[in-house]
């Protein structure tokens, strides 16, 4: 039986895990290996480990890796890892005759139209988005990302950013209150200080401080376990789904994301059920005048494990076809 053609290699790395698999001639991803990125030193020792558990002593021709920061001029610093990496120095090491970095939720974002039903879960109410609109991917994990998607009858273009800098406004007195706090720690807050696993541990610390009470558990895992089964970690959970709603509606008034917002992460998948019982949805929905513009918006929780994968391998296609 011979063996399968690949076109090339694709990845994921985030801040907390490094993901790659192989793309073969029909498009399908295979042998795909998770890594846990703070156990190496630099990405490239996890590619040259990845190739050789594959392939042996063969490379495929080309490489499309979506990374957790910014992309600028080929090379990416990590926003949330001490690695510094370059498309120039992996054509050297690796001998690929292409290579391109994408933003990892640039990844998603082409990932985005290409998803099944069922590996989407509707927030809120049943709605088709308007055809060949902009669509927007946003996910809590590590950090928290965004990037767009313009869409037309002839490609689509993922649009990074680096959305989850951008400033927290907080809604309601409660927020001020917890902006406060967080300010007097950090100086400016960002949207990723609340909506990341760190952010969520530092809204439950607040909000013992806001209402007197103790905050025992010991980070944003013990929260989520104990959910409904502790008053103040089930109003943090209460609270983060919130604030991720009304984030949701920010970006896509900013987008003109009418064709749908979908939220991903590490975060959100494990609080599926919450989302559909918590504010979510009426803080999405709730823009004042605008309201009637958002309430037609589709709002999806992604539930497929590998997403950026799936856009990095999509691409990659593109990249064969030039």
């Known amino acids: 039986m011979a063996k ?5 290699l694709v990845g994921d790395v985030g801040g907390t895990n490094a993901r790659f698999a192989l793309v073969d001639a029909e498009g399908r991803v295979r042998n795909l290996h998770v890594y846990p990125a703070k156990d190496y030193a630099s990405l490239n020792d996890i590619i040259a480990d990845y190739l050789k558990r594959t392939m042996g002593h ?28 370059s498309e120039g120095e992996l054509l050297a ?42 669509m927007v991917v946003l996910g809590a994990g590590t950090g928290f990302g965004v990037a767009g998607l313009a869409r037309s009858d002839r490609r689509d273009i993922a649009i990074s950013t680096e959305g989850g800098h951008a400033a927290f406004a907080p809604c309601d007195e409660v927020e001020v209150e917890v902006w406060a706090r967080l ?18 541990f530092e809204l439950y610390r607040a909000l013992g401080e806001i209402d007197g009470v103790d905050a025992p558990l010991a980070d944003e895992k013990a ?41 991903s992460g590490g975060i959100a998948p494990r609080m599926a059920e919450r989302l559909d019982s918590s504010a979510f949805r009426a803080r999405f929905e709730d823009k004042g005048r605008l309201r009637a513009y958002m309430e037609p918006i589709p709002t999806s929780l992604v539930l497929h494990p590998y997403p950026a994968i799936i856009g990095a391998a999509r691409e990659l296609e593109m990249m064969e076809r030039l």
């Open 4 to 8: 399968p053609y690949y076109m090339g």
């Open 58 to 85: 063969k490379h495929p021709s080309r490489a499309v890796i979506a990374v957790a920061g910014p992309v600028l001029d080929g090379e990416i610093e990590f926003t949330n890892l001490d690695w510094q990496i």
């Open 93 to 134: 090491q690796f001998e690929f005759e292409a290579v391109r970095l994408i933003n990892d939720f640039a990844g998603q974002a082409l990932a985005c139209p290409l998803l099944e039903p069922a590996e989407l879960r509707t927030i809120g109410p049943k709605l088709r988005g308007a055809a060949e609109a902009p």
């Open 183 to 200: 300010k007097k720690l950090h100086g400016r807050v960002s949207i990723e200080r609340l909506l990341s696993g760190r952010g969520l």
């Open 223 to 263: 929260i989520m376990d104990a959910g409904k089964g502790d008053a103040l970690a089930d109003k943090t959970l209460n609270r983060f789904c919130g604030f991720l709603g009304a984030v949701a509606g920010d970006l896509a008034l900013t987008f003109g994301a009418r064709g749908g917002v979908f939220v």
